[in-house]
């Protein structure tokens, strides 16, 4: 009989400790917050600078494989809201708008694990963003095109699970757009945008 109890709590540990591993896929949302910097450059040669912040918030899902004190997983999430600054154009009766409106990011991470419940990692991938442009002297003159943007993006984070199903996340990302044109008023611009984003994420571990 005490051989069977034991039998019974060892396979109970053991079932408890699988069900405790970051290991297998989740899904779930996310908030940001965060900023950066716009950088144009005018047909003219002109060059427009300014910084931008705000938020985003999103959907993300993934796949973590852990390997006994190391865990490599895979990352996707989309995200949307709008991160905005403005500055004087190179006409300074017009004000130059630049609005980061939505974000994708996918992505790898690899790092070790405490516990079986606690991670931190590095993360790297691609990244794309839907960027909007405006040009606007306030009174009977306005334009604006909005591209997509494609780059990378790379950072570090920390996550764990709060029970067997829920999982939460923390991490910073570089994001950098590659420059892509902007035609506004009938003149080519050319943009591209750098970001800082600070990200909080709770998933459902399935």
Not at 30 to 40: K, T
Not at 78 to 85: D, R, T
Not at 87 to 100: A, G, I
Not at 159 to 171: K, P, V
Request: with cysteine; glycine share 16%.
């Amino acid at each position: 009989m005490r051989r069977i109890a034991l039998l019974i709590v060892l396979l109970a540990s053991t079932t408890l400790a699988n069900a405790q591993r970051l290991s297998g896929p989740y899904v779930g949302g996310y908030l940001a917050g965060g900023s950066g910097d716009a950088h144009w450059e005018t047909a003219g040669g002109s060059k427009i600078d300014h910084s931008i912040s705000g938020g985003l918030g999103g959907v993300q899902g993934g796949y973590d494989w852990q390997f006994g004190s190391m865990l490599v997983g895979v990352q996707a999430d989309l995200g949307v809201g709008n991160l905005s600054g403005t500055s004087r154009c190179p006409n300074p009766t017009f004000e130059c708008k630049t609005e980061l409106l939505s974000l994708f990011t996918l992505r790898a991470r690899i790092g070790p694990v405490i516990n079986n419940n606690f991670m931190i990692y590095g993360t790297a991938g691609l990244a794309s963003g839907g960027v909007k442009t405006s040009v606007d002297n306030h009174a009977n003159s306005k334009d604006d095109d909005t591209q997509g943007h494609g780059g990378w993006t790379a950072g570090v984070g920390v996550g764990g699970l709060f029970s067997r199903h829920i999982q939460w996340q923390a991490e910073y990302l570089r994001v950098s757009l590659r420059s892509e044109n902007h035609e506004l008023q009938f003149v080519d611009n050319q943009v591209k945008l750098t970001v800082d984003l600070f990200r909080v994420g709770l998933h459902y571990k399935f």
